[in-house]
């Protein structure tokens, strides 16, 4: 099994609807990612997560909420998604800053 | 100017040739050099990590830090079809930093 899973793997929704990303892992670390992937941009770092009571912004923030439910689950909330929140997002999990392990990707459409 | 900057290629090479490529960032407070692979519809998954300046060899890569010049290099010796994919560079400042950078990756064909 993936040590580190991502639910849905793809999503098409309307500009305006609410949707939840979720992301699970089995790796047991603490620390805990959300990036965004667009061409000619690269990954940028959405929210992070240090243990189940820490909460950071990274980058690009606005738009987004995220939820640390355990320390194995992170999901990743698009509250009234717009057109250009349609991307490839990855959750990562790491011990450290430098070796993060990512999830497969959700790509999401908003219409 | 973004921290780090990466030639986004693409970047064709038949098989068994020498691969070359490399980012150049500008914060000189980047302490821990990546280098990651991502392959097509996949995440990315690390391939070498450097901590400040010199080299590090693993197998048919080789990856290279030059903190004076603020340039990495990740070399791939004998390339194979299968080193076919996205290369991202990534870097942090360390103990304490709250953010890892990713250059925008470099797409390699390794044509058989």
């Known amino acids: 099994d993936a040590d580190v899973t991502q639910t849905p793997r793809n999503r098409i929704t309307k500009t305006g609807k609410r949707i939840m990303l979720e992301c699970s892992q089995t790796k047991g670390h603490d620390r805990m990612y959300w990036y965004r992937q667009d061409p000619g941009l690269g990954l940028r770092l959405i929210y992070y997560s240090f243990d189940v009571k820490d909460i950071n912004k990274g980058e690009i923030s606005d738009g987004y909420s995220v939820s640390r439910q355990a320390q194995a689950k992170f999901s990743l909330s698009l509250e009234s998604a717009i057109p250009n929140q349609t991307a490839l997002y990855f959750c990562a999990t790491s011990e450290g800053w430098e070796t993060q392990y990512f999830g497969p990707g959700t790509r999401l459409l908003v219409l | 100017q973004k921290e780090v900057e990466q030639d986004p290629g693409p970047l064709s090479v038949p098989e068994g040739a020498i691969v070359s490529l490399n980012c150049t960032y500008s914060?000189?407070?980047?302490?821990?050099f990546m280098w990651y692979r991502q392959y097509s519809r996949k995440g990315p998954e690390l391939l070498m990590y450097?901590?400040?300046?010199g080299n590090k060899e693993d197998g048919r890569f080789t990856a290279q830090v030059d903190k004076s010049s603020k340039y990495i290099s990740l070399f791939i010796r004998d390339s194979q079809p299968s080193d076919s994919a996205t290369y991202l560079c990534a870097m942090s400042g360390g103990t304490g930093a709250n953010n890892l950078f990713f250059g925008t990756g470099t797409r390699l064909t390794v044509i058989p």
């Open positions: 450097t901590y400040s300046s």
């Open positions: 914060n000189s407070a980047f302490q821990y």
